[in-house]
């Protein structure tokens, strides 16, 4: 049987697109402006490679043209110039330069280099052979002709070759500047795609802070409103009322209180409520449940910054639900452990891990499955704290994630999954 993702399991990873779409554009439009980059230094090579086999062809030329006027005034006058042979050397060096560099295949065709060998070649076997006789000149001014055709032939293709590699490289340097271009439009596009994301995930967290409020509160006036309407209804009966409903409405009455004076706290506080390391909630704890608690918890997890009224109730609540699920199991060895450590895991950051866990009843799969439910109590009428409602909501208030794992006959473990503050130390209002 497949199974289908949860409708928040989905929600979460849709809130990561944006930011992977914004880190990938990152990503792409850096790519894109270190292969232009590239591309321009390709350019560049190409424009100096083009240059020095220009230069090459035109020294060749220039040695044909110097050589070919020589022989003519040679035979002219019948006088052999004294720098004809010189001259005959350097046009040999630049022809044989140009047909060792090593990037000549990137600028001549197959037949280019047949007539750049043939003509060194000629030049080896036949013209510098016959400098020598003077007779031989006008077969040699022959071959300086043919030479010379080749050699235009081969500096066309040269330059042919040089500006199409050269538009070549400018072309796919403009496209990826202007892919670069498109790139961060798209990641402008998608930073304002994330802000408007982050205000919607923030009205929806404020929504679900309000419908978690006007749970957990139902959940804690509930109880206490059934004793007082309980009592009420005594009074109307005519008769005196029974002293059992009397305390349990002056309990009622005065928790009602306690709760109304919270809220008003919270309501009126002109800063959010101050943050202390997690050992001195530990020692409150210790000090409240009579040392009957195991802590497993170390230094640096002892250090971390947490909120003070809110952890106290929750770890307070869920000790207490740990002690009674021992009670009622009646165990010969009972055992409740607050263990604590920390995390380091990426995109989250550091994270306190909380664990209380206890080898008490235990819940069954139906029964864990309702537990985090408002209103769903295994201690009926009995209970007068925040229950494990009121804990997933208000860990998931302060943007933490609360996990239950039980197995009936076994025990129970409750998991908080809380992120850290940023600060160094903790908030010393308390003692300003």
């Not at 007082?228 to 109307?236: E, H, M, N, P, T």
């Amino acid at each position: 049987m497949i199974r289908l993702p949860s409708l928040r399991g989905l929600r979460r990873w849709l809130d990561v697109v944006p930011y992977v779409g914004l880190v990938v554009a990152i990503l792409l439009g850096s790519w894109s402006f270190m292969r232009s980059e590239h591309y321009r230094e390709e350019t560049d090579i190409l424009l100096m490679q083009s240059y020095e086999v220009q230069w090459r062809g035109s020294q060749i030329r220039e040695r044909l043209a110097n050589i070919v006027g020589l022989l003519r005034l040679s035979m002219a006058t019948r006088q052999r110039q004294p720098q004809l042979s010189q001259e005959v050397g350097l046009l040999q060096f630049n022809m044989v330069a140009l047909r060792n560099l090593q990037y000549i295949d990137h600028f001549l065709d197959p037949q280019d280099f047949a007539r750049l060998d043939s003509s060194i070649q000629t030049i080896k076997t036949r013209i510098l052979p016959n400098l020598g006789a003077a007779e031989n000149d006008q077969e040699t001014l022959d071959f300086l002709t043919d030479i010379q055709q080749d050699m235009f032939q081969v500096s066309g293709t040269t330059g042919a070759h040089s500006r199409t590699l050269n538009e070549t490289a400018h072309i796919a340097e403009n496209a990826l500047r202007n892919m670069a271009i498109f790139v961060l439009a798209l990641a402008a596009v998608i930073v304002v795609g994330v802000i408007i994301h982050q205000q919607s995930m923030m009205a929806r967290r404020k929504d679900q802070q309000i419908r978690s409020f006007a749970s957990l509160f139902a959940h804690m006036t509930r109880s206490r409103v059934a004793a007082l309407a309980l009592f009420i209804k005594s009074l109307r009966d005519g008769q005196a009322p029974d002293p059992e409903l009397v305390a349990a409405a002056s309990r009622a009455a005065t928790e009602l209180d306690d709760i109304n004076n919270g809220l008003l706290k919270i309501a009126y506080s002109a800063k959010p409520s101050r943050t202390v390391a997690l050992q001195s909630i530990l020692d409150a704890l210790s000090q409240d449940h009579g040392g009957r608690i195991q802590f497993d918890v170390p230094e640096e997890a002892r250090a971390a910054l947490v909120a003070s009224p809110q952890f106290h109730l929750i770890l307070d609540e869920l000790i207490r639900n740990a002690e009674h699920a021992v009670a009622a199991a009646g165990k010969p060895e009972s055992r409740v452990v607050l263990r604590a450590r920390l995390t380091h895991r990426f995109p989250f950051g550091r994270r306190l891990v909380l664990e209380v866990i206890d080898n008490g009843l235990g819940m069954s799969a139906a029964v864990r499955a309702k537990a985090t439910e408002p209103f769903f109590s295994m201690r009926a009428g009995s209970h007068v704290g925040l229950g494990l409602t009121g804990c997933a909501e208000m860990v998931k208030a302060l943007g933490g994630r609360f996990r239950i794992d039980s197995a009936e006959g076994r025990g129970t473990s409750v998991r908080i999954l809380y992120p850290l503050p940023r600060r160094d130390r903790p908030d010393q209002r308390a003692a300003a």
